[in-house]
């Protein structure tokens, strides 16, 4: 449950999972990262965290997370450091975790990491005194992803309270929508959760936004939702979670995102996905307003600016 | 008079009332199986009792710390502590499950960090203690089956 304990203080602060955060705390990420769009965009200059240096950690591929935080530090006049190939690294020579944080905290001012075990980022900021960003940990938590989603969809609609919010696809093992909707609820959304059967979202996030105060709507089907829906927020149903490929094929037609399933949705309707896509979200709908999956990549950007300049004590 | 089948201790500690069958990992949490005190230690298994079967460990001229006995809440949380001396009872207390849990059980994540090579003990936040529910405070998981993952 959201403590309602206002506490403001970011300087230093390891940002493991988005309950590290309270509400007031992301929308001041918000409201900073309001401001950090046009430095993101290259309209203006800035050198707020000019000196610093950024250590990116990947030691899972990554594309958007690893790109947006490099953008996001460079941008502010900072530099990067770091490595997204860990067999180009000591990791390979049998490094533990633990070890290869001691020289990245010895050698920037701040640490982002991406680890394939869960934890990881926790065990992470237990050995660095730097302050430490988890940008995904196995199938643990990504708050820079929530972050931004709570901002595109605060940016786009105005606010986030009152708002319906579909997330669609594989719930159950799709690492964003758990913390993503415990978010959503902190922010007094309505939830509605549509997945394939089997692959339904996890009974403990259930619980954790019953408990929040929303009660959310589960359906195995898109149209019990699409006319209401404010957002849709599209996942991947990933290939390897059926039996056969036929069963995935007829599960994965029935929950694309296309013209035709849009006709049925408010114009003012906009669908989310994380990205990288595969065919839940038609091309076809790229070129139409209800389009927001570019503009939200885009956000990662500010988004992560702003938690950078708040957690170096560069901004208040 | 009733026929005691282990003979009272005059002094030490007595963990009465371990849940059936669980005094020998009693025993591993305590730490007792990796450097037998010097002591005689008595461990009574599958004792019939008002209650049902209990099990009871006796620890000769070893006063147990409150602390060091807790953990054993773990897996026996009706447990009662009873300090002998002169062979009176001059304490009793039951086990009380602290707020962490470190060191005893390792998580049930198999992807779990602190199930790899890393210089960390397995650590876990008591979210409740009855019945015992523990969340790994790494990966934020929580542990289905505590006996099980008994380290």
Redesign the interface.
Known sequence: MYSPLITMKFRGMDLV?IRDLTVPQMNRIMDVAEGMVPIAKGEKVSKLLDGKILATLFYEPSTRTKLSFESAMMRLGGRVIGFSDPKSSSVAKGE???DTIRMADAYSDLIVLR??????A??AA?FSEVPVINAG?????HPTQTLLDLFTIREEMGEINGKNIALLGDLKYGRTVHSLSEALAMFGAKLSFVSPRGLEMPA?TVENVEKIGTKPLITNCLDDVIADADILYVTRIQKERFADLAEYKKVAGSFQVNTELLEKAKKSMRVMHPLPRVTEIDPEVDSTPHALYFRQAFNGVPVRMALMALIMGATE | MKELKVSPIKHGTVIDHIECGMALKVLKILGLTEEPPEDTTSVIIHVPGSKGCKDIVKLENKELKKKEVNQIALISPDATINIIRDSEVVKKYRVELPDTVIGIVK?G?P????N?????EPKFIVESRSPVVLR???????LEDVTANLL
């Not at chain 2, 790899?116 to 960390?120: G, I, K, L, Q, R």
């Open positions: 999972s533990t975790l633990a680890y394939r075990n869960e934890g990881a926790r065990l237990d940990d196995g199938a643990g938590q403990e | 998580c994540n992807n779990c960090i602190t790899f090579h890393e210089p960390v790994c405070a790494y990966c934020n998981r929580k």
